[in-house]
């Protein structure tokens, strides 16, 4: 339930840019106006990839909206 109130009214894009490589778009979230949310997020995302790659990185890739981020998604 948490999760479903968290991120309601959201949409999400997963776009593959390379074989190692995503990128993840999530818009419409009013909680994203506050940084410790968005690194919240980074964390999940990066926690949840690694779960099957050696490495994995996440990093916030900076925009005007700030009910949305996109995030640049790498592993090994």
Do not use: N
Request: hydrophobic fraction near 40%.
């Amino acid at each position: 339930r948490i999760c479903d109130r968290l991120l309601e009214g959201g949409r999400h894009r997963v776009s593959e840019v390379g074989p190692k490589d995503a990128l993840v778009e999530t818009s419409g979230v009013p909680m994203f106006r506050f940084r410790y949310f968005r690194t919240a997020t980074l964390g999940i995302m990066r926690g949840a990839a690694g779960m099957f790659a050696k490495s994995c990185y996440a990093r916030e890739l900076r925009g005007t909206d700030p009910e949305r981020i996109q995030v640049s998604l790498r592993w090994v």
